[in-house]
């Protein structure tokens, strides 16, 4: 699957879970952030195919900023590392971080919100 073939990720909650709705020009699907947590894990332990890789890392990209615009608090800041092995570690531990029960009415300080800026 291509760049071309994305027209838009968001983050969808429903009962406190985290969904990525992932929309082609093709089909419309949904899928659990530990599923797609699951696809991370899989791409850092072994060797994958470059363009399954881009394909990963666009998709993890985009919900990220999905995301980041819904909770300016919660946004992430991606290095400009040119790794995206490291930058899809990043992504990580933002899915991580939406799915850990934090709420945006809980009063933390700035330095204390997990998941700003790694």
């Known amino acids: 699957m291509t760049e071309s073939e994305y027209e838009k990720y968001k983050f969808e909650r429903t009962g406190g879970s ?4 992932v929309t082609t020009k093709y089909k419309t699907r949904w899928q659990t952030a530990n599923q797609f947590r699951n696809e991370l894990r899989q791409l850092s332990s ?3 195919d470059l363009n399954e890789q881009k394909t990963i890392y666009l998709r993890a990209r985009s919900a990220a900023r999905a995301e980041s615009f819904r909770y300016p608090e919660r ?3 991606i290095c400009q590392s040119k790794s995206v092995r490291y930058r899809l570690i990043l992504i990580y531990c933002f899915l991580l971080y939406q799915t850990s029960g934090y709420r945006t009415d809980q009063k933390r300080t ?3 919100i997990p998941g700003r800026c790694f």
């Open 18 to 21: 985290a969904y990525l709705m």
């Open 46 to 48: 072994q060797q994958v």
């Open 75 to 77: 946004r992430l800041c």
């Open 110 to 112: 700035r330095g204390q």
